[in-house]
């Protein structure tokens, strides 16, 4: 493992391996700020912090932010791998023991710009998971391209959370089963301008799939293209949830069936 010069102006943390069960570089409890970060390498052993170990189940090739303030600047991560969820990062949902108790806390996460690129995840999340109520994600520019999953290659906004993305990217991201791109699951996303094409899927959503009575989801001033499904070439909007999109440019989506819009 090299890291240079943790809480200063310059990091950097390099990448090799996957991320299983034991397999991660560590996990975030206290404010912290990372500039210019290149990737993440997993240590085999538990992620602790003060005394507190993570048990995340295979989850975050890269980092797991457990319960704090987090500011990631110019961060990239590339080639990282879990065996469960999110390949480069998992932000909350983790639990630990501190004092004989069981503990859970909510995190809030600034990324400024920085790349995703070349990570698996074997289940959901091939570049970024947002999961644990509470948990708040603020995305300013960005690139998510060429990460693969089962679900959701770039971004997995899951159950309670929230989360915001300001421009950037969403490219050429690929799973087997739905959600090229984005896949949003009883949570509140709103995403502002950018780019979002050639995500692909072997079943529905090749950029996105909203899911669950509770999501709402709003798009402005985005454009959707090239992105492609055996099912709903660019969205699907599946159990009710609530799509809001407001001068979006959809165009040369495709799909066999479900429309490719």
């Known amino acids: 493992v090299i890291v240079l010069a943790v809480n200063a102006v310059n990091v950097v943390i390099i990448s ?49 932010i457990a319960g704090s303030t987090v500011n990631l600047r110019g961060t990239s991560f590339y080639g990282n791998k879990a065996d469960g969820n999110g390949g480069a990062i998992v932000m909350g949902m983790a639990t630990y023991t501190e004092n004989g108790v069981s503990r859970r806390a909510t995190v809030r ?74 896949y949003v699951l009883n949570a509140t996303a709103t995403i502002t301008g950018g780019q979002f094409y050639g995500n692909t899927t072997d079943a529905s959503g090749g950029l996105m799939v909203t899911s669950g009575i ?30 809001i999109a407001n001068n979006c440019d959809f165009y040369d989506n495709t799909a066999g069936t479900g429309g490719n819009g």
């Open 109 to 182: 996460v600034n990324v400024y710009g920085g790349t995703f690129s070349g990570n698996v995840a074997q289940n959901a999340a091939g570049g970024m998971l947002i999961q644990s109520e509470g948990t708040v994600v603020n995305m300013y520019g960005g690139t998510f391209t060429n990460n693969t999953a089962k679900n959701a290659g770039g971004i997995y906004v899951s159950t309670k959370t929230k989360f915001t993305m300001t421009g950037g990217a969403v490219v050429n991201n690929k799973t087997t089963a739905s959600a090229g791109g984005i």
């Open 16 to 64: 090799f391996g996957s991320g299983g069960a034991n397999f991660k570089i560590f996990s975030i409890y206290s404010s912290i700020t990372f500039f210019t970060t290149r990737s993440a390498i997993p240590m085999k052993k538990a992620a602790k912090e003060n005394g507190k170990e993570v048990k995340s189940g295979g989850s975050a090739g890269g980092i797991h």
């Open 214 to 243: 509770t999501t709402v989801v709003r798009m402005e001033n985005l454009k959707i293209h090239d992105n492609k499904a055996k099912t709903h070439g660019a969205i699907y909007n599946q159990g009710k949830a609530t799509l």
